[in-house]
């Protein structure tokens, strides 16, 4: 197996949608991949990395795959990491390789649309977040929003932005579509207790990389064995737990579209 000189381990991880409750669907993913990886003279973990810090695994020389967000891959990762392919899932609010968030208040306010919420507390993940912050900003924009009457409570992640919005901690929040899905399924209460007002616009979804000192054929072999592994029958419980469908077919340049927004709100 091929391990590039004077690297540290191998390391993969994919944090993204990595819920408690579909932690065991996506290493049973992983092994599949690493399996394929193996046999192709790759060097791969076992296991994926959930200790470590995600911005560590991302920049990490070892790094097999991971996910991230196109927000930081189209900025502070651009150049430092490689794209092997963007996840296409099977969720409302999914369309091919593009995504779009839920806008979400809770069942009992009047607001119908973003343009006419009135209580502004507007739960966000992390300002690095296209789903939960970029695109919430964007589309309060849209909706002539003055931005700076916004009371912006970070959350953290997109579950825990579902539970402040719930909890009338915050008053709307920007949930990612598959976020959402599983919000549906694994955190019904809180879910339940709130209504969506509407949706932002499909933008490319989050990608899978690799490390940037990857050979050009390393990556296409890494490419290869995930395709491979999402038409492999063995996964079809993990991938219909994991709601992800196939690989599609975007490059790095479609990224530039969300580091264009997001130059907008520099």
Known sequence: ??????????????????????????????TVIAERLHAAGIAAPLSLERRREIDSVWRDEGLVLSQTCGLPFSTRLRGQVQLIGTPIYDVPGCEGPCYSSMIVVRSDDSAETLANVERRRFAYNSTDSLSGFLALRAAAKEARIDTDSIDWVETGSHRASIRAVAGNVADLAAIDALCWAFALRYEQEAAASLKVIGSTPLRPGPPLITAIERREDEVRTIRAAIKEALDDPATQAAREVLRIVSLGPFDEWDYGLIAALGRQFA
Do not use: I, K, R
Request: charged share 10%.
């Open 1 to 30: 197996m091929t391990q590039l000189p004077g690297l540290a381990a191998p390391v993969a991880s994919l944090p993204m949608y990595d819920w408690p409750e579909v932690q065991e669907a996506n290493q049973s993913l992983w």
